[in-house]
């Protein structure tokens, strides 16, 4: 069982250049959601989805991009990559019964821009 | 809004000594608690999460927390501290009202000293 798939697992990106993190999973899971974790402040929620659809904007969506046209992926896209994006992102999906139930992870996607 | 805070960002430990990582929540109703771990270089992974059952709640590998409403804190203990437990690990709260979204605190990252 794969869980979540996260790729790449890291990446070095211009200034200015764009890029879609991709995070794809097989749990048949309703909520998907993105973080960026960066030291001493925990994961932020960039955006989320609760289905195919369907997706809102999170604690900070600037300079990022969702969509979720399958129920198995959620790909992030950054328009303009700027060094304030430098971060490790994570992807994470759970069971939607109008209560969190327990979030899976993926490995991350270290972002690095220069 | 919901908020997280932990106490410490980094603990150090003795191995075979207790393990005692603070949580305190900001919430006008009792929310959803989580502790999830993250070793070096993975994802998260859910350690324990309390859903308004029993107040103690009990984990994996030996960890569990205790809400307490009045003190609006999910303290996170192990009796026993093995070289293993060397992490960060996250406290994080989820309400109902507030789209059930998690809200993860700053981390605490343990060191198990031989």
């Known amino acids: 069982n794969a869980g979540v798939t996260q790729t790449p697992k890291f990446q070095v990106l211009k200034t200015g250049q764009s890029m879609t993190l991709q995070c794809a999973q097989d749990?048949?899971?309703?909520?998907m959601s993105w973080y960026r974790q960066d030291p001493g402040m925990g994961l932020r929620l960039i955006h989320y989805?609760?289905?195919?659809?369907?997706?809102d904007q999170g604690e900070v969506p600037n300079g990022y991009n969702v969509s979720r046209s399958t129920t198995e992926d959620f790909p992030l896209r950054l328009l303009s990559a700027a060094p304030s994006q430098t971060s490790v992102y994570f992807c994470?999906?759970?069971?939607?019964?109008?209560?969190?139930?327990?979030?899976?992870f993926g490995q991350g996607t270290r972002l690095t821009v220069v | 809004a919901q908020s997280v805070t932990q106490l410490g960002s980094h603990v150090s430990v003795s191995e075979g000594a207790l393990v005692l990582l603070r949580c305190n929540y900001s919430?006008?109703?009792?929310?959803?608690l989580f502790w999830y771990v993250q070793y070096p270089n993975q994802g998260l992974q859910l350690l324990l999460k309390?859903?308004?059952?029993?107040?103690l709640v009990k984990g994996i590998n030996g960890f569990e927390a205790e809400f307490k409403k009045s003190e609006t804190s999910f303290h996170l203990t192990k009796p026993s501290a093995h070289m293993s437990d060397a992490a960060e690990y996250f406290c994080?709260?989820?309400?109902?009202?507030?789209?059930?979204?998690?809200?993860f605190g700053g981390g605490t990252r343990v060191l198990v000293k031989p």
């Open positions: 989805s609760v289905g195919a659809g369907i997706t």
């Open positions: 749990m048949n899971h309703e909520y």
């Open positions: 309390y859903t308004s059952a029993a107040t």
């Open positions: 994080a709260v989820s309400l109902k009202a507030a789209g059930n979204k998690l809200t």
């Open positions: 919430s006008s109703v009792p929310p959803y």
């Open positions: 994470a999906s759970s069971e939607w019964q109008g209560a969190l139930t327990e979030a899976f």
